[in-house]
């Protein structure tokens, strides 16, 4: 008899369901149906698995099971899925994951996750046409806006979005939020306008960083959360190529070696650490607290002034630029690695990561990937850093994040 937790894991992964003791009977998979039904618990998934082989259910088992006088047996089926993350240019400035919304008139748009904000917005039918050409958008219910409710939202970068909101059906990698509060513009910046690749962002900070008001509502992660397998996503993008965003489950086939956790610190709303120290190429590991985010939504690696000068030592010819604002070097220079420390592991970053763009089209002098956190106030672990790992965002009672290398 196949144990408790191996039914209700099997049941919780992918309804495969290993028969009875007794009969010998072939294992068979059933197509998992997201959501269609709703179970209480493993015991639920059990006293049902029992019935199906006509075995006896133990009373203790109804009992956990609660069921009910109709003895209707409700069970869930968790849900997992992984969405694309597909770079938005040729230089990885951010990266925009397919999401559909809506009931009525489903539209798919293109969204930049964002790990660094608790907003998912969206353009909208409510903004005027001429900021909508070149976008997807969501055709606002009206049935279903949340009467009151308004945003606004400003970024790092200075850009920023505002309007009102309603709750509706939200479909990411598979995974449904079957009601999800979705942002819908009424005015984005500049920024936002210019780029015809991003419809929006999908905010996976934690969701006291949301800016609802009166009422502020949960990030996407938060809305499915406790129906995941796992409470929990991972990121895996990657250099100049799609990676993915993974809900509910940690694959095995994204990364290689051990993964390293540590717990964050959720009080400012961001997946928030700290590094004990760094290296430069093959130099000696320099002791140093770095705390920061971990955050997809920005597109480069800001650290404290020190460490980014002990950088950049190491590159002949850079300098800190005045006209571009921040340290640039010849687009042919021999960029060395840079690690960070955790837990005495280092995590790496290619030293070819660390050489952004050109400072403008075809110029011979290119971008750092790596910058002073001056002014910020944090650092800032992004998408540089990021895209060399697979990054385990871990929701649970108390959230960690995870990190192997790629
Ligand atoms: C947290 C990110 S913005 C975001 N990921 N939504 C950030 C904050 C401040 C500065 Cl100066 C630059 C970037
Ligand atoms: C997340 C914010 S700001 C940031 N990346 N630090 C953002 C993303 C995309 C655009 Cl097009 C403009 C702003």
């Not at 009875?20 to 068979?28: L, M, T």
């Not at 592991?345 to 290119?366: A, D, L, M």
Request: aromatic share 12%.
């Amino acid at each position: 008899m196949p144990s408790f937790a191996t039914i209700t894991a099997a049941l919780a992964l992918t309804a495969t369901v290993v028969a009875g003791p007794v009969e010998r009977r072939k294992a068979f998979s059933v197509e998992q149906v997201h959501k269609k039904i709703f179970a209480k618990n493993g015991a639920a998934a059990t006293v049902k698995t029992l019935r199906k082989y006509g075995k006896p259910v133990p009373e203790n088992l109804l009992k956990a099971a609660e069921i009910g006088p109709n003895d209707q047996i409700l069970t869930t089926l968790a849900s997992s899925g992984s969405d694309p993350a597909i770079p938005g240019d040729a230089y990885d400035s951010l990266y925009l994951s397919p999401v559909t919304i809506g009931t009525t008139n489903p539209t798919t748009v293109n969204l930049d996750f964002d790990t660094g904000s608790g907003d998912l917005w969206v353009f909208s039918s409510l903004q005027a046409s001429a900021q909508l050409s070149g976008h997807d958008y969501y055709k606002v219910d009206s049935s279903k806006k949340i009467s009151g409710a308004t945003w606004k939202i400003s970024y790092g970068d200075g850009s920023g979005a505002s309007g009102t909101v309603y709750a509706d059906k939200v479909v990411v990698g598979g995974v449904t939020a079957t009601t999800q509060a979705v942002e819908a513009a009424t005015s984005v910046s500049s920024q936002f306008s210019s780029d015809t690749d991003t419809d929006g962002l999908l905010g996976l900070s934690f969701s006291t960083l949301n800016t609802v008001r009166p009422t502020p509502q949960k990030t996407f992660f938060d809305t499915v959360k406790s129906s995941l397998a796992s409470p929990l996503f991972a990121a895996n993008l990657k250099y100049h190529a799609a990676g993915t965003y993974d809900f509910g489950y940690i694959d095995s086939t994204k990364y290689t070696g051990a993964i390293t956790y540590v717990k964050v610190d959720t009080s400012q709303g961001w997946w928030q650490f700290s590094f004990s120290g760094y290296s430069v190429g093959t130099g000696a590991t320099v002791s140093s607290s770095i705390n920061g985010i971990a955050d997809t939504g920005t597109t480069l690696i800001y650290l404290p002034t020190a460490v980014v000068k002990a950088y950049y030592a190491k590159v002949s010819g850079a300098t800190n630029s005045a006209t571009y604002g921040g340290y640039v070097f010849s687009c042919s220079a021999t960029l060395p690695d840079f690690n960070l420390v955790l837990n005495g592991v280092k995590q790496r970053v290619p030293g070819k990561y660390i050489n952004y763009s050109p400072v403008q089209t075809g110029s011979s002098t290119c971008y750092g990937g790596i910058q002073s956190n001056e002014g910020i106030g944090i650092s800032i672990f992004g998408d540089i850093f990021l895209k060399s790992k697979y990054v385990i965002f871990d929701g649970a009672s108390t959230p960690r994040i995870g990190f192997a290398d790629q």
